[in-house]
């Protein structure tokens, strides 16, 4: 599973766009070809790993690591306030 640095799109090797662009970096002009993210148009992709612990699906953006080494993603997680708490009595 691939993750787009920019938009933080999930994508399949399948999902990836070709993109062509206009380059002149180095002082002359030349068209490149590359892979990139459909959505944002992005080129900057990562193979990603990370997979929830509780519903064991890729994890796109927040997630927490627990002491004993589980993985989980912001919707399996939340994280309470011991005043909201409180005040909630
Ligand atoms: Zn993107
Ligand atoms: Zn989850």
């Known amino acids: ?3 787009c640095c920019d938009c933080g799109k999930l994508l ?5 766009s070709e993109f062509k662009a206009f ?3 180095w002082g002359y002009e030349k068209f490149i070809a590359y892979k990139g993210c459909p959505y ?4 900057s992709l990562a193979e990603t790993t990370l997979i929830c612990d509780c519903c064991g699906e890729y994890i796109e953006s927040d ?3 627990t ?7 912001n919707n399996c997680y939340s994280i ?10």
Do not use: F
Request: aromatic residues 6%; contains cysteine.
């Open 12 to 16: 399949e090797e399948d999902d990836v």
């Open 80 to 89: 309470n306030n011991a005043v909201d708490e409180a005040q909630g009595i």
């Open 67 to 73: 002491e004993d080494d589980r993985t989980y993603c």
């Open 63 to 65: 997630y927490v690591r």
């Open 23 to 25: 380059d002149n970096a």
């Open 1 to 3: 599973m691939l993750i």
């Open 40 to 43: 944002c148009g992005s080129g």
